[in-house]
C-alpha cells in the first residue's frame, strides 16, 4: 500500500500519536473511518453506475487482449515477416540472361534536361 512496509506504517502512526495527541486521537480516528466508509460507498455507487451503463457487454470483452505489456514491438515485426499471408517479400523470378545495370546519371540527367533559354523544371510545393 502505497510503497510503504508495516513497520513504516507503524512508526508513522507512533509520530502521528506523538504530534496529535491522546485527547484529539479519537476524534480523529472517527473522523478517518467516517471518510473510508464515505469513499467507499462512493466507489460502489460509481462501479454500480458503470455496470448499469455497460450493460451485459463488458462481460464479453476479453481484458488480456487489451494488455499493453503484450505488445512487444520485436514480436510483432518477427511475425509480420514471418506471416504467410501474401503480404510479406515474395521472391524475383529468374531470368534467363544477365539483369541490366540501372540508368545511371547520365540516362537521368538527360530525362531532365531542357533547352536553352527554358526555365528547368521545379515543384515549388516540394519545400
Given at each position: 500500500?502505497?510503497?510503504?512496509?508495516?513497520?513504516?506504517?507503524?512508526?508513522?502512526?507512533?509520530?502521528?500519536?506523538?504530534?496529535i495527541g491522546p485527547e484529539r486521537l479519537p476524534k480523529y480516528a472517527e473522523q478517518l473511518g467516517a471518510f473510508v466508509r464515505t469513499a467507499r460507498g462512493f466507489l460502489k455507487d460509481a462501479k454500480?453506475?458503470?455496470?448499469?451503463?455497460?450493460?451485459?457487454?463488458?462481460?464479453?470483452?476479453?481484458?488480456?487482449?487489451?494488455?499493453?505489456?503484450?505488445?512487444?514491438?520485436?514480436?510483432?515485426?518477427?511475425?509480420?515477416?514471418?506471416d504467410d499471408d501474401g503480404l510479406g517479400a515474395t521472391p524475383r523470378p529468374r531470368t534467363a540472361g544477365p539483369v541490366p545495370p540501372p540508368p545511371g546519371p547520365a540516362a537521368a540527367g538527360?530525362?531532365?534536361?531542357?533547352?536553352p533559354g527554358r526555365p528547368a523544371p521545379f515543384d515549388d510545393e516540394a519545400t
Open positions: 500500500m502505497f510503497g510503504i512496509n508495516g513497520w513504516e506504517f507503524g512508526i508513522i502512526l507512533v509520530v502521528a500519536v506523538i504530534v454500480a453506475r458503470v455496470d448499469d451503463e455497460l450493460g451485459d457487454q463488458v462481460g464479453d470483452v476479453d481484458w488480456s487482449k487489451l494488455d499493453p505489456r503484450q505488445y512487444d514491438p520485436r514480436r510483432i515485426v518477427r511475425e509480420a515477416l514471418l538527360a530525362a531532365l534536361s531542357v533547352g
